[in-house]
């Protein structure tokens, strides 16, 4: 699967828990935004979610070949080099659903971020 904007922001609109499900929600606290996302869909769809992650450079990944976590700044390109995404919200989205699919996960807790660099937090993806 490819790594777009496109491909997350689909993800995200499937994913999404709707006002009037009667389903307990799956809520990520995300950098700006909290997420809502339906549990059943999650899990319907872990696996695109683990390939678009799997596009990640290696050092946000898993692993003897991979990093096991890198700065949230980097994930605005691809394990190609490739810049998939200039917009931090997508990036954001697609972390987003990978930690409410046990893809992934912040490195560090919130209260620490200020310290890392732009504030912003480490995240590694999960095998």
Known sequence: MELTPAAVHELVKQCLCAPEEPHEPVIVRGIMRAFAFHSVRIAEHSNRIAALLAELPNEFQPGPRGGGGWTFLNAC?????????????????LFCLGIAAGRARWLMDRDMWDVLPGGMPYVAVLA
């Open 77 to 93: 390109n691809d394990r190609h080099g490739n810049l998939w995404t200039g917009d931090h919200a997508t990036m954001e989205a």
